[in-house]
């Protein structure tokens, strides 16, 4: 099975937003997550934000027709980094530059284990213009090690919402030229 990977920038994401929220709720029902309905109301609510955000792109991944994954990320410009009710200060040379988040990352229960993660998040990567990508990473989730195995670099924590435990902040060079 081959899985088709379409771009889909900015506000043309919106017309998917029927079939990302309930993927999402899929994909984050389970422990360490376990999203309330909240949860996943607040999903439909940062993406239609973040459509809007300078260089937001989203990949979607689908087998047959049937949307089986998804990974979205927007341009930090220079000097911004995550927010949250606590977080680490940036690195310098990090931040002295634009920087691209990845934001989401969600793939159906069904479908775990076949390499699909991999090819959403290198597709939403590839060409990108920024040195570095960065993330929020849950600990003693299976996605927490995938990264690790990436090679994605932890460089401080946050706790992004009041409710939410302390995540990782993890950092990914995107060309040769510099490392983290």
Request: overall charge negative; proline content about 7%; cysteine-free.
């Amino acid at each position: 099975m081959t899985l088709t990977l379409t771009r889909h920038p900015g506000i043309e994401t919106l017309k998917l937003i029927s079939r990302l929220k309930p993927l999402y709720a899929n994909a984050y029902f389970e422990p360490p997550y376990d999203m309330s309905d909240e949860d996943i109301e607040q999903f439909e609510i940062r993406i239609r934000k973040h459509a809007g955000m300078d260089g937001f792109v989203l990949v979607a991944g689908e087998l047959d027709g049937r949307l089986v994954g998804f990974s979205y990320g927007f341009t930090f410009p220079a000097g911004r980094w995550w927010t949250g009710v606590e977080t680490d200060p940036p690195p310098a040379d990090i931040v002295s530059g634009p920087l691209f988040a990845v934001i989401e990352l969600g793939v159906h229960t069904d479908f775990h284990g076949r390499g699909f993660s991999r090819q959403l998040v290198d597709a939403l990567l590839a060409d990108r213009p920024e040195a570095f990508a960065s993330l929020i990473s849950r600990p003693g989730a299976q996605a927490h090690a995938m990264y690790r195995r990436w090679g994605w670099k932890k460089v401080g924590t946050t706790q992004t919402y009041a409710h939410w435990p302390v995540e990782d902040i993890d950092v990914l060079p995107l060309h040769d030229s510099k490392s983290a």
